[in-house]
């Protein structure tokens, strides 16, 4: 009896450091799903220029949000993202709480939403924030290429 | 939505350590809001409704969107991060004072002392040089209260007119046309309009980066009916544009001939609403001389397409199509902000727009409005409604006027002849005077002069020469290098009062945490200051500013300014109201003039609008001719300079500069400068540029993008290390005496 609880405490143990040590791992293997611009950006005053890096490290995702309602009401990374070395005002976090930083602008849809299908707050999952949620074309290619020559 | 591969994994993995683990360390703290105070955001003149959360500490935790607010719960970047401001390390907490002069140091001091220390110059001043030589220089940031107790102070209490703000650097124009055109000032429209135009013609004005929540209103607008037209006339492609039909390139400061050149085409392709005309208008040229409608059309047939191609450098084709666009919607509402107001012919500018609305009659019906943008928060309902200017009495009076003068004398019961007839000097004229010692003293409240007026290098002169009292909230604040004594001041939703936005909205702020360190009220300031200064504590007989609330809304009652009806429960109540508000029961105006919509014309009117701000009734179409900018770029000074925001700071970046976030995204002022102009000058982005005007000549690094057009610089004024309105001449309107911060000729070269 002993020795099968001494097993068991021991296979418990081992779960714990093996998913423990696991979870770390994933979480050093897979850089790309953080900012890495607090290690290697050599200007912190810039932290929250996030554009300027991330149209070469992430293009889509830039492009998207660039293209998305909150790209052309500049709504930009920082305000639900934080700043990448995480000592700004909002916390650092890939996938933003939606109580603490959707709910900011968008509480009356959420509740809309919660009465609707319960509370599975999950916005992203439905309304992709960096994808075109917007319906029709008035957010598109409206950067207006009129241009006049001046006289001399 | 689906979840790639490496998300299960991580995702699984996550969840198994945290269940094996508890997560006690990954699981923060999160600060839970316990209840939810009902506020106004202190950012700019849109006026969001915010709702502050406060924990069971009565710390402020969170911020929201007030649902109920015109902005329907939504927030622009600065105002989703506005708690650590309040929080910041950078809070001025205690009063200080300069014991010997400009040179020492700032000190802490007890309020005693401090209000001792400062009213004791201006008593002293008063005794010595009589009542004209103090000042107050006020903001469109304090709250109503504040700005009308300070000048019931200084106009009834000290007796002297030197009252003026810093809406006269940003919104006196826009006054002065509504003043002139109308007869009475504040806008006719609201935000409802933006839901119901066809038509958008916004003139001078960035609303995307200014005014955030306001565009995207105008892109919802834009995105459920995309045949709905939006016109943007700026000389620097903004963000703004991004939504736009047509984007109008123009020369800077030619603004005047395209605007009466669309006159000219809306006569000439009969586009005009001649019953409105008739019945409503009536013409004069800037003499004050009555004019008919024939001699305007001749007027204005001088701005033909190449005329005005000639000035302004826009393509023929491209007035009359703006002008067909302007005229043919059905609702057309044009918006506008600071590249009309801060011009020497701002005045002018605004007239001119109000024109396009009276000839085509896009006035008075939902989505047809001349809607002009404010700055500030509280400029509309605190400096232009209770009259806190050099020249103006609350709602709508002016000192010039006895029988104004006589009516506000009586309702504040003080002898007739008390106020005095003489305007006092506006803003520029008032920092000329304390340089030149004409004015001894000034008691600056919620403004940063140091760093905002025009041609610096002279003005700062004033304030190092001026005995200097100063309400501050941050340290960051430029101006503080000049203060001799400095009185914290509690900060937005530190204390309670009204703020009043662009659209004649009133919204109440309540108080939700309480003030840091031993700052006070600003009410309690100004009250304690002026009667340790002599003036008659019976002039103040409030507890609170409530107290001051009530008083104001029982003298705007039988004004065109009425709102009697915006009692501070109802206040608390609701989420905004829109004035002209006679009664507890009326809902608030949207339609200003209009008979059925406006409670101040009778409802079985002859017509249905009245434009009762006029003695006759009739606004004025003004013959008012293309004028050039003071100065205008030529051979020595080649480039056109002009300033503006940026979305992350606002106005001099003490509040915004207290975010990491909003500090980060824009550390440091910089140059703007069109590619094909960098090109020629041999500039890259990043390198050192200089602006040289014939003030003074600065270093920016530079901007090289397609942003501004040929021709032009812009440089943001948040920026306290780098002061661009050193670069700035000091002329102003004529009439509004407003400055011309948006053109100035500079040099431009790569430094080395």
């Known amino acids: ?152 | 939505m689906t979840l790639s591969r490496r998300d299960f994994i991580k995702g699984s993995a996550a969840a198994l350590a945290l269940s094996a683990i508890g997560g006690p360390c990954f699981a923060a703290a999160k600060e839970e809001a316990d209840k939810w105070v009902k506020g106004v955001c202190r950012y700019c003149g849109t006026g969001c409704g915010v709702l502050v959360g406060v924990n069971k500490d009565g710390r402020a935790v969170s911020i929201k969107g007030d649902p109920n607010n015109h902005n329907q719960g939504l927030l622009c970047l600065k105002g989703a991060m506005l708690i650590p401001v309040i929080y910041s390390t950078d809070r001025i907490t205690e009063p200080m004072i300069r014991k010997d002069g400009k040179k020492s140091e700032l000190t802490k001091v007890s309020w005693d002392v401090a209000l001792d220390f400062a009213a004791k110059r201006f008593k002293d001043a008063v005794a010595e040089y009589g009542p004209d030589s103090i000042a107050y220089y006020g903001s469109g940031q304090a709250l109503t209260e504040e700005s009308y107790l300070a000048n019931k102070i200084w106009k009834a209490g000290f007796r002297t007119n030197n009252v003026d703000g810093n809406p006269r650097l940003c919104m006196a124009s826009a006054v002065g046309g509504y003043m002139t055109t109308f007869g009475k000032d504040e806008p006719m429209g609201t935000y409802n309009d933006i839901d119901n135009a066809t038509c958008f013609f916004i003139i001078g004005s960035n609303t995307s980066e200014a005014h955030p929540v306001l565009f995207r209103r105008i892109a919802r607008r834009k995105q459920s009916s995309p045949d709905v037209k939006i016109i943007v006339v700026d000389p620097r492609r903004t963000n703004t544009s991004r939504i736009a039909d047509l984007h109008v390139f123009f020369k800077p400061g030619t603004d005047l001939a395209l605007l009466n050149g669309m006159a000219h085409i809306i006569f000439k392709e009969e586009l005009d609403d001649d019953r409105f005309i008739k019945r409503y208008l009536q013409f004069q040229d800037n003499e004050g001389n009555a004019r008919s409608l024939e001699e305007y059309k001749e007027f204005v047939a001088q701005y033909t397409p190449e005329k005005v191609h000639e000035i302004t450098g826009i393509d023929p084709d491209m007035v009359v199509k703006v002008a067909r666009m302007f005229a043919e919607s059905p609702a057309t509402l044009s918006l506008w902000c600071m590249g009309i107001n801060q011009r020497s012919r701002g005045v002018w500018a605004n007239n001119l727009i109000h024109n396009l609305h009276l000839i085509t009659g896009q006035i008075g019906r939902p989505g047809a409005s001349p809607l002009s943008l404010t700055g500030q928060p509280n400029a509309c309902g605190g400096v232009r409604d209770t009259g806190s200017l050099a020249h103006l009495l609350p709602a709508g009076r002016v000192v010039a006027n006895e029988k104004h003068r006589n009516e506000i004398e009586d309702y504040w019961g003080v002898p007739r002849g008390t106020i005095q007839p003489k305007m006092g000097h506006h803003t520029v004229a008032l920092f000329e005077n304390m340089a030149s010692g004409n004015v001894k003293a000034v008691f600056i409240h919620c403004t940063n002069p140091a760093h905002t007026l025009p041609h610096l290098n002279k003005y700062t002169k004033g304030l190092e020469t001026a005995f200097v009292a100063q309400t501050e909230c941050f340290h960051d604040a430029e101006t503080l290098k000049y203060a001799d004594v400095v009185f914290p001041a509690a900060f937005w939703c530190e204390t309670e009062g009204v703020y009043g936005c662009t659209e004649r909205r009133y919204s109440l702020i309540e108080q939700a945490v309480a003030p840091a360190g031993q700052s006070r009220p600003a009410v309690e300031i100004l009250m304690e200051f002026a009667k340790r200064a002599g003036v008659d504590p019976k002039l103040m007989p409030y507890k609170n500013s409530a107290d001051i609330w009530e008083e104001w809304r029982k003298l705007s009652q039988g004004t065109p300014y009425n709102f009697y009806g915006m009692t501070r429960e109802r206040l608390k109540k609701e989420s905004g109201i829109k004035w002209p508000c006679p009664s507890e029961d009326h809902p608030g105006t949207d339609l200003r003039y209009v008979r059925g919509e406006d409670p101040l014309v009778p409802v079985n009117h002859e017509t249905k609008m009245f434009f009762y701000g006029r003695p006759d009734g009739k606004p004025i179409v003004y013959l008012r001719p293309y004028q050039p900018p003071f100065e205008p770029a030529d051979d020595e000074y080649p480039f056109v300079l002009t300033t503006g925001r940026v979305i992350d700071h606002w106005h001099t970046a003490t509040m915004t500069g207290q975010v990491p976030e909003l500090r980060k995204a824009y550390p440091s002022a910089f140059v703007e400068i069109n590619p094909d102009d960098a090109k020629k000058l041999n500039i890259n982005n990043g390198d050192p540029v200089v602006l040289e005007t014939r003030r003074d000549k600065m270093t920016f690094p530079a901007r090289v993008t397609a942003t501004c057009m040929p021709g032009l610089v812009f440089c943001p004024f948040f920026d306290k290390k780098l002061l661009v309105n050193r670069l700035f001449h000091d002329a102003v309107d004529a009439a509004s005496k407003e400055p011309e911060y948006k053109i100035c000729a500079t040099k431009v070269y790569k430094q080395g």
């Open chain 1, 1 to 152: 009896m002993a020795a099968s609880k001494k097993i068991m405490l021991a296979a418990l143990v081992a779960l714990v450091l093996g998913a423990g040590g696991f979870f770390l791992y994933i979480n050093a293997a897979f850089p790309q799903d953080r900012c890495e611009g607090a290690k290697h950006l050599d200007r912190p005053e810039e932290f929250a220029d996030c554009v300027t890096c991330h149209t070469k490290a992430s293009p889509k995702v830039t492009q998207d949000w660039q293209e998305s309602k909150h790209g052309v009401m500049l709504v930009k990374c920082v305000v639900c993202h934080g700043e990448p070395d995480g000592k700004g005002s909002v916390p650092f976090e890939r996938a933003p709480d939606p109580i603490r930083i959707c709910a900011q602008c968008h509480d009356p849809a959420i509740k809309r939403m919660v009465a609707k299908y319960g509370s599975n707050l999950d916005c992203n999952s439905c309304h992709p924030n960096h994808q075109n949620p917007m319906h029709g074309d008035a957010y598109e290619n409206k950067i207006p290429t009129t241009k006049i020559s001046l006289p001399e």
